[in-house]
């Protein structure tokens, strides 16, 4: 199972930044999706997660009502729409894939992808 995020880049205080994970190799809706993000010198921290078929959505508190996750079974992709970004959003963005959403809020984690940087300026 391959996962690739892209869509990262830079943007500015207050603006907003959709990243994308796209997978394969394996059953998409099989899984449940979450997104992982790690800033420089901190350790990596939950984001977001997904429910295989999409009906029940997991956030950081850091992150509620400013982050939506959502996911395309169909073209076995996972989105993170980031609005009111913040300098403390900087960090590299992964996304990974567990067997239920429990065990992807909880780090329990079966595939795992590369990052793409969202780097927020102010």
């Known amino acids: 199972v391959q996962l690739q995020a892209f869509g990262g880049g830079l943007v500015q205080v207050g603006g907003s930044l959709k990243v994308s994970c796209q997978v394969s190799?394996?059953?998409?809706?099989?899984?449940?999706m979450g997104w992982f993000r790690q800033a420089p010198g901190k350790e990596r921290e939950f984001v977001a997660a997904i429910s295989w078929g999409g009906s029940s959505t997991y956030y950081a508190d850091s992150v509620k009502g400013r982050f939506t996750i959502s996911r395309d079974n169909a073209k076995n992709t996972v989105y993170l729409q980031m609005n009111s970004l913040k300098p403390e959003d900087t960090a590299i963005y992964s996304c990974?894939?567990?067997?239920?959403?429990?065990?992807?809020?909880?780090?329990?984690?079966?595939?795992w992808g590369r990052g793409t940087l969202v780097t927020v300026s102010s």
């Open positions: 190799g394996r059953t998409f809706s099989d899984y449940a």
């Open positions: 990974a894939a567990g067997q239920t959403v429990v065990n992807v809020v909880g780090g329990t984690l079966d595939y």
